[in-house]
């Protein structure tokens, strides 16, 4: 027990007696760039007074771990209401660590959410599916706070794409996503075409959808694949695009 007590004392000894070292290489890393965001005051509100003083002392990326890991314990108890402050914590105090923004993304919008719908303490179908969208909701908003605070990561413009078309069946937003995905560096080969699928699906964009599987399948063989197939066939017969104009998809594929 003695050692337990003792463990945040030296903790918070260490980070008091690391201040002043600390206030320069602050500065030297805010001059290079190289310094994450800032800690937010409001974290106080979300973190015990001890981990908040941590936080400050340099030991964000440790308080981050442990809360994330006491965020996974909430998930397999299934409490979601301390998994989400817990996640919105860490997020907060490693805006830049994309893993967290996606992680939290995750559990709220696919975990959290089929929890939701499949909750036996809740006769009403249509409570759940209510239940269900706003764990969706919740997802999509750490996404888009995640995208915000990383824009050059096509991570999260991957999982927003996902997010869109299997959540919410929002097929112009997903298609937006995978086009901003594609757009990044280091992106997935499969955005653009994901892009294109997602815009065959939109009503009255058939014919900008179109050309862009055109393009995708002129390109050559690497992107060749069975729904590319599907979808130029379905729209040619929905453009009512003429037999000799049509694209000459190879035998069996």
Known sequence: MRARLLAPVLLLGFGFAKLAPESLLTRVRQSANLHTAPVQISLRQNLSQMGFLAALSGFRAVVADLLWIQAHTAWENTD????????????????????????????????????ALENPAQPRLALRVKAQREFFRLGEDFLLRGIQNNPGRQELYNRLGMLYRDKFEDHARASDAFAACAALPNAPSYARRFAAYELSRVPGREAEAYQTLKKLFLEGEKNWLPTLFNRIRFLEEKLNVRPDER???PEGR
Do not use: C, E, Y
Request: no cysteine; aromatic share 12%.
């Open 80 to 115: 979601w209401g301390r998994m989400k402050l817990l996640l919105d914590t860490v997020t907060a105090l490693q805006p830049r660590a994309v893993v967290f923004w996606d992680g939290a993304a995750w559990h709220m919008a696919w975990n959290a959410s089929v929890s």
């Open 247 to 249: 694209l000459r998809i």
